[in-house]
């Protein structure tokens, strides 16, 4: 079990530096952004396409992909921050629901459906415990992770630009009143999410099986995370996406459970929105 | 003219079966099948129309509950369930219904983007989890078979369509229909939903419910239609696509899930006829969705708007002009609301503190304070939206507890400051839903008519705000609560009519047995409506009593007259 | 742009219902078919192409008895629907005389019914799931993922042999049985047992991490896998990350390609598979010649797929060409059941379509490596491997 857990970390890693993304746009720009893995994983393969057709050194095209997800990202931030400004956190989510569908489709018209040829960043083990091996993208993700959520923290408690994000969150209309530009700094929010989670996927990817789908798709998992914080608390996120990793590495060492392992972010989903909604609360506040 | 009114829909659905006859004689042979998968993506459609457009929710597994439904069939099928295909399609439309109700149970207590996480957990899952596990009979290659009557493939097309058309049958009355209004409500507001006494989670339930019943029926049908069911039809992408083409065909109308299922089909291949990608087509749906997302209007609504702007483009207002008979009014008897100790604070703010209040039977008490004098929040509070509020409250001598639903079902309605009026339905259908009860035709042309509102067959989407609010009193006095607690009624009426609208509200108890509180800015117009007052400030009561004492008291003037000059 | 919406809508309407079926005379050109997986998750468009390829060079070369082949590779996206709907669309629409070259995931399977109530007969180029081997209208020229599990695991048992062999099963839909009877064919053989089968792997999932600790942790030192390519690649990366080296992987023809081959830096002990044609990175092979000269000159890639396709169009224009009289499908259908078994050396076993009411009989694959840091495939053999006759 132990050996199953600490193999599921690597993914744990990834679904807590997604998880962070995920609240870091919920609670600064209102939305849950479904496309959010599926940016990283369209910059992911742009890079790749770069090294091999265009014979980029890996390097910089990696740079280049992660450059390239935060732009999109940005783009799709213009867009809601201009179309959805007044609109509902369902509404520009469901936006979101829509890129998802349209990059997945994309990166199977731009890069096919055969595998790329992914330079790893990383490869092979970083140290063992008990016999348990610890690969070092494992030990990157989950380092990240926790940058990533301690960086955010920081900036968003410490620094002006941190005070005027949370007053955009919090009080909109006061703040626009204030003269905080409200879209240049949501489209900021937009992008360094992108960059991020363009950065993690591309870490990550080299080491798994890849195919659009499926990497897009490590955004449900991730959601999952974010909602132990309630899509606010980063330290939560993180700690969920590391504990949801490592439950399903350990699933997945009994067959009897593995059906078990799908259903495991869905589970924790229903489980947490159970706890954390017990009272019940109003749409609007009067 | 009402009876034509009610043949409409039955019309139109013979000519669909008619239409659907013609296309099974008429096309090749291939057309007919696709004709078939367009069916079947309008039957899902229509149930995510319920679920994301009339209710206002976002769900993201619909071809995980056709799944269900295609296992029911399959299973059945293999079992020899007697009944035939028919049946096994109805027993599948339950189960996905049934599966709907156990994921919604959990997910509905919650709202907006949260049912679309858990859906789109639940959907992934199952994507994954169906391609281990198998269908019934798949493993023997045991095809399903098709009702005896509707074997071949052109008579199943038909089949098809009698399916589609019952679908769109049963949407259109539900939607007409009580659980109908309530989708609207909820997706409107879930305050208003639970001011008259509706439950919001059952109303979210029942949506969800009846679309997943609708995914259940698609996927059966595709069973028969292919012979096998396979994972293959049911990925979490195609529910993706699926949802997005719902929003952007806006397939909360009928018609347009059923042109939205001809895009799915279409597209894919016209595509195919010009050698384009088949993902171009995902594309295509991806940019769409968030061009109707974005405001850009859906298919749906861009074509309605081209219909009504051919016939009216006018908003109806109030009327209040023709004078109204006078009713003697009732004298006031014994306290039929009595509200004690009734405290509230939001963190260390003391909104309310210590409030005594008491509603005559057949009287009208009237509620006024300056600004953030904590009017509204005793509304709130007595019809149970603050449920940390302290003190007690009876109503007819019962103590007043529960949810807001419970308390409007014992007799305790209120009206809210903004608009929770639901524009996608009637007047009429609206003032039926709010009243909670048997109306006559006459009864509530009557209602309406007293105050002057629009009616009953006109779209609440084209009424103006202030009439809104009188459709809004309107029904909830047709419930015929015990006590109406009205919040700003006159607030978007032009000043002119407030003095007619007092003189009809003055009728109320005698007219509609019921007693009101009313909370008012309009001094002139309390003046002229209400036999005794209370005046809050700071959240405290600073006088209580008839109308003359009240206005008289030096701490009221003092208090309160300096801020009337603003109005 | 709310006016255009409405304008598109009736556009693609009209589109639709002006697209009406074509009509194939007696002396028009002869109509072929094929069902394929061209878009979605997973697609083989090369099977298709070479057979088309085929089909071409001869109508260029005056055709058949002076009537040309009209070849139409529709695409089923993966998808059942639309599987069941080009079916119709080619033999129903285009009334086809036979469907050559076929490859999907989906389509044999949902087919095979409609196929025999049409009394036409498949030969696709790459059959995938087990109907493809299991009806008496269709016959795949290609071995088949469970005749080359039986041939990997021989492989690994005789060749190289490995005592402590593993299977991580992906099962798609109702494959499991066909696995288990190939695996139960290699025991009855070699009287050998794998040390355990995990047919809990998910079929594209994104970390096969915990599956690999499992295996290494059971001890396996061989892994045989049923694989698409992305997944194979994140298992073997995962076997790196986890520093298992020394690991030898048995796995399929579905794997055989050089996009594979590229993709994988550390391939443990070797990457060993037996080839269901011979293997076309052999560049010098005569074997292949002919068909590496049509798919260059076509440009149609070199893999496993066009060669499937490229045969399934060859066999079946031999068979044409042998036939005397009107070319229809009842006449088709006459001459497969009765050709005389044809050899090619691009397989190790003869291709007859024949009465059999099922067609699994193709067993010979030839035995390809890819050894760590070599980038590409070589061959581990100099004859096909085949399974024993019982």
Known sequence: MLQGALAGLAAGGLYAVLAVCLTLMSRLVRVVNFAQSATGMFGCYVAVFLAVHLAVPSWLATLAGILLGGALSAVLGWIVSTWLAEADTGTRSATTVAVLLLLISLAFILFGNKPQPFHPLLAGPAFTIGGVVVSQVTVLTVALAILVALGCRAVLARTALGVRLRALSERPTTAELLGIPARPLSVGVWTATGVIATLAVSIVAPSQSNDPTSLAMLVVPAAAAALLGGFRRLDLAVLGGLVLGMAQGAVAQSDRLSVLRYFLPFLVIVALLLWTQRKEVWDAAR | MRLAEKLVPFAVAAAAVAVGYALSVGLAGYFVYLGVSAVVAAIALLGLGVVTGTAGMISLCQLTFAAVGAFVVSACNVAGVPGGFGTWLLLGGLAAAVAGVLVGLPALRLRGITLAVVTLGLAAAADLTLVQIQFPGATEGLSVERPEAFSDDRSYFLFAVLVLVACGLVVHFLRRGRWGSSWHLVAFSERGTAAVGAGVRTSKLTAFAVSAALGGISGGLLTGQVGLAFPASFTAIQSLALYVLAIMSGAHLIDMAVFGALLWVAVPELLKRWGVPQDWGFVVFGVLGVQALTGRGNLGTAVRALWYRRRSGRTAGVGLTEPVPDVEPLPPGDPVLEVRGLSVSFGHVTALSEVDITVPEHGILGVIGPNGAGKSTLVDAISGFLPRATGTATLGGRPLTGSPARRARAGLRRTFQQDRVPPGLTVGAYVRFVARRRLTGRELDGALAFFGCPAARTPLSRVDAGARRLVEVVGHLLARPRVLLLDEPAAGLPHEEHVAFGRRLRQVPARFGVSVLLIEHDLDLVRSVCDTLTVLDFGRVLASGPQADVLADPAVLKAYMGETELL | ?390
């Open chain 3, 1 to 390: 742009m709310r006016k255009t919406l409405p304008v598109l809508a009736i556009a693609v309407l009209l589109a639709a219902a002006g697209c009406a079926g074509s009509e194939a005379g007696a002396n028009g050109p002869i109509v072929v078919g094929s069902v394929n997986a061209l878009s979605g998750a997973a697609t083989f468009p090369e099977a298709s192409a070479a057979a088309k390829a085929v089909f071409d060079a001869a109508n260029a070369a005056g055709g058949v008895n002076g009537r040309k082949i009209e070849y139409k590779a529709i695409d089923d996206k993966g998808d059942p629907a639309a599987a069941a709907a080009a079916a119709r669309e080619v033999v129903g629409g285009d009334q086809a005389v036979a469907l050559v070259g076929s490859s999907s995931l989906i389509e044999c399977e949902i087919n095979e019914k409609y196929y025999e109530q049409q009394k036409i007969l498949s030969m696709p180029g790459i059959g995938v799931d087990p109907a493809c081997f299991s009806s008496p209208n269709i016959a795949p020229v290609n071995v088949g993922p469970f005749h080359d599990m039986t041939l990997t695991l021989l492989y690994g048992s005789e060749v190289l042999k490995q005592d402590d062999i593993c299977a991580l099963l992906e099962i798609a839909g109702n494959t499991l049985p066909a696995y288990r009877a190939a695996i139960d064919e290699w025991t009855k053989i070699t009287g050998k047992k794998l040390k355990y089968v995990d047919s809990t792997v998910p079929y594209g999932g994104s970390d096969y991490t915990p599956y690999i600790v499992k295996a290494r942790a059971a001890g396996c030192k061989a892994i045989t896998v049923n694989p698409v390519e992305p997944d194979s690649i994140g298992q073997l990366k995962a076997a790196q990350a986890q520093g298992w080296t020394d690991v030898t992987w048995l796995l399929l023809t579905s794997v055989y390609s050089e996009n594979y081959a590229k993709a994988i830096s550390n391939a443990g002990a070797g990457v060993y598979v037996p080839a269901e044609f011979y293997p076309f990175t052999d560049a010098a092979a005569p074997a292949n010649k002919d068909w590496r000269e049509l798919m260059a000159k076509s440009r149609i890639p070199l893999t496993s797929f066009s060669q499937g396709g490229y045969l399934a169009a060859k066999y079946f224009l031999a068979v044409l060409r042998g036939m005397k009289g009107d070319i229809t499908r009842e006449a088709v259908s006459k001459a497969l059941r009765e050709m005389k078994p044809i050899s090619d050396p691009m397989v190790g076993t003869p291709y007859v379509f024949g009465p059999a009411q099922a067609h699994h009989d193709n067993t010979a694959g030839w035995p390809i490596k890819l050894a760590t840091g070599a980038g590409k495939w070589e061959l581990a053999a100099q004859d096909w491997l085949r399974i024993p006759k019982q």
